[in-house]
């Protein structure tokens, strides 16, 4: 039996003793030639690398080109783009083909007074220290997005809605910027923030929007029409300065005639008065004279006949009523 089973069991074939060693000859090349592979690696004109040696930083290649290092596992290559400015876009993203879409959990923030804004923002940044970058966060873009959102969130939450959305835009600007630069360098993130540009900021859309518009729409034309309003001011009132001006000269010189004519008028009344104390009577006839010069001419004159039986009648009413003019003698 034992024998019968022998002799039915199937024999493993021998590799011969040559081609053992061409399979671990070859087995060592592919080893050599992938370990060979890892000790060469390029650097792009936009890129930094950090050669970890063992997991730590050793060495930071900065120029473009092919490079050499030890093998890995002892030496490790991390490239970072650290020559090339990038961008993190808040509130919206851009898609491939030039569409843009809203992200509402990014852009809609709260503003001082409870009002609801919607912020769209863009952060152009670059790598300026690729040891920070490497070690102290573990996604720079990601970190950006979300330093960017509260610093955007904490400056509007501190400013009134009306002024978010018309006065206040490059001060907030300004603000929020400030904050994510001392952010950046509180967490030593190895970013250097180039400009924090807001796209708009506004009312949600609807109805909401529409009427914050004709709000905004109303205080430009006030703006203007206030504009106006201090031009013609500042045109008018020189003009006025004028007018009064030449109203108070025509004035003196109202004044200047009415006293040189008063002053005529008291030297003529005393030289009279020194004529009548010399000669009473003909100064008295001479008045009487003159008087009756001014009169006459306008006076109506009725002679009558004091022999004749008519009777003498004095129209009283006409005398007395200016309009019919005259006098009676």
Do not use: C
Not at 11 to 16: E, S, T, V
Not at 238 to 252: F, I, M
Request: net charge negative; proline share 4%; charged share 25%.
């Amino acid at each position: 039996m034992q024998g019968s089973e022998n002799i039915n069991r199937p024999q493993i074939p021998k590799i011969p003793r040559n081609l053992k060693r061409l399979i671990v000859a070859a087995v060592v090349v592919v080893i050599l030639l992938a370990i060979s592979s890892s000790m060469f690696y390029t650097v792009s004109e936009q890129e930094h690398a950090a050669i970890l040696t063992f997991g730590g930083l050793t060495h930071e290649e900065v120029n473009a080109g092919l490079h050499f290092k030890a093998p890995y596992p002892i030496q490790k290559v991390v490239k970072v783009p650290a020559k090339l400015t990038q961008k993190v876009e808040i509130g919206f993203r851009t898609n491939l083909d030039g569409t843009i879409v809203s992200v509402e959990d990014e852009a809609l923030m709260i503003t001082g007074d409870e009002n609801i804004v919607h912020a769209d923002a863009i952060v152009e940044w670059r790598i300026s220290n690729v040891k920070d970058y490497l070690y102290n966060i573990s996604n720079g873009e990601q970190f950006l997005l979300n330093a960017t959102t509260a610093s955007i969130r904490s400056v509007i939450g501190s400013a009134e809605l009306d002024y978010a959305i018309t006065d206040g835009k490059t001060e907030i600007e300004a603000n929020a910027t400030e904050h994510l630069v001392a952010l950046q360098d509180e967490y030593k993130s190895g970013i250097h923030i180039i400009a924090l540009r807001f796209q708009d900021i506004e009312p949600p859309s609807g109805e909401v929007q529409a009427a914050f518009r004709d709000v905004t729409n109303a205080r430009e034309e006030q703006n203007t029409k206030v504009n106006e309003a201090r031009r013609y001011e500042n045109e008018r009132i020189p003009v006025a300065r004028g007018e009064a001006q030449a109203v108070l000269e025509a004035a003196e010189a109202d004044k200047q005639e009415r006293i040189l004519a008063a002053t005529g008028d008291v030297a003529k009344f005393n030289a009279i008065l020194a004529e009548y104390k010399n000669n009473p009577n003909v100064t008295q006839h001479r008045l009487v004279m003159e008087t009756l010069e001014l009169i006459y001419p306008n006076a109506k004159i009725i002679i009558t006949n004091e022999d004749s039986n008519t009777v003498q009648y004095l129209p009283l009413n006409e005398l007395l009523n200016p309009t019919q003019g005259g006098a009676a003698q």
